[in-house]
């Protein structure tokens, strides 16, 4: 059944207080990090040089379009087209530096808000207020392994009777036994805070604190906010050109910013497809690199939109 748009906007309703929040060392441990990495920002036009700059460019590109959009949305979070295991595994591994988790949270996490979009059981809703939607969900592991207890077990006493042990082992949801079967996902989710500190480390040597501050903070924190919109402001700002029944919206901006995943009313619409930008003009850097790789070879069963399903998903049927 269709959903209103009436009905749709008395879902975007705040319900939780920050201060109602039940803090773990989880959090607080995200949230320290969190600051550190903004607050460095603030030193970096003071060690700008034009090297550093290249390089937060560069790693913005590597970490941003083949790690986080290319890798872990399009490839691994929804299976739009296959690549070679070493290709596959390079693309991920560039994903775990760009500091927003593992490939198997990830990929956890993202699954879980196109299954339960727009709802209480949404790991990033808007319907907990923008900024719940935007940054501040990343600092809610109790609240969301409270959601994950309530789906996933059937009894609530069982639910309440795991929760704190589920907390601290930082437990997720049973969706990505695909990753974890495989030796290289477990690795590095077992040693995921190494390779970005690693990378800290070689920075330093190679350019000292201006390749630090603007490589690792500067880079890593525009990378944050602009994959963070896709989940706040692709909810709220934007036209919706398919019918979802649910809050994603297109955003131009959003979508040049994120190498094409702004336009996130398509990829609500058609969560198989490679390709996000699906008129001429719309522009999705990360489909030419599919487009491209398929050209030559290395990437295949690469999933598109039927025309028999834009007819279904149309607003104006």
């Known amino acids: 059944m269709d959903v209103s748009k009436q009905e749709l906007n008395e879902r975007v309703k705040p319900t939780m207080s920050p201060r109602r929040r039940e803090w773990t060392n989880i959090d607080k441990t995200i949230a320290c990090l969190l600051f550190i990495l903004h607050t460095l920002c603030i030193f970096a036009p003071f060690q700008f040089t034009w090297g550093a700059f290249w390089i937060a460019l560069v790693l913005y590109v590597i970490t941003g379009l083949f790690g986080i959009t290319i890798s872990y949305h399009r490839n691994l979070s929804h299976q739009s087209f296959k690549l070679p295991k070493w290709l596959e595994y390079l693309f991920a591994y560039c994903g775990a530096h760009a500091l927003q988790g593992d490939p198997i949270d990830w990929v956890s996490t993202h699954r879980c808000h196109h299954q339960f979009v727009d709802t209480d059981n949404d790991p990033h809703s808007p319907i907990q207020g923008f ?19 309530r789906k996933y077990f059937n009894d609530s006493k069982e639910a309440e009777r795991n929760l704190f042990v589920l907390v601290m082992k930082h437990e997720r949801p ?71 029944n649910d809050l994603s919206r297109n955003n131009w901006w959003v979508s040049f910013l994120s190498f094409g995943e702004g336009w996130h009313n ?52």
């Not at 939607?133 to 959601?147: A, E, P």
């Open 266 to 317: 398509n990829h609500h619409a058609f969560e198989y497809s490679a390709k996000y930008g699906l008129e001429w003009w719309q522009l999705d850097f990360g489909w030419y690199v599919i487009m491209f790789l398929k050209v030559i070879g290395v990437a295949t069963d690469v999933k598109l939109p039927t025309q028999s399903h834009k007819q279904r998903m149309t607003m104006n049927k």
């Open 131 to 149: 900024w719940y939607s935007h940054i501040t969900w990343v600092l809610d592991s109790y609240n969301l392994t409270k959601k994950v207890c």
């Open 174 to 244: 049973d969706n990505v036994k695909d990753l974890e079967k495989q030796i290289f996902y477990t690795f590095i989710h077992k040693t995921y805070i190494l390779h970005p500190i690693a990378l800290a480390v070689l920075l330093s040597m190679v350019g000292g604190v201006p390749f630090v501050l603007w490589g690792m903070c500067v880079r890593i924190v525009m990378l944050y906010h602009v994959i963070f919109m896709v989940n706040s402001v692709c909810h709220k700002w934007g036209k919706q050109q398919w019918n979802t």
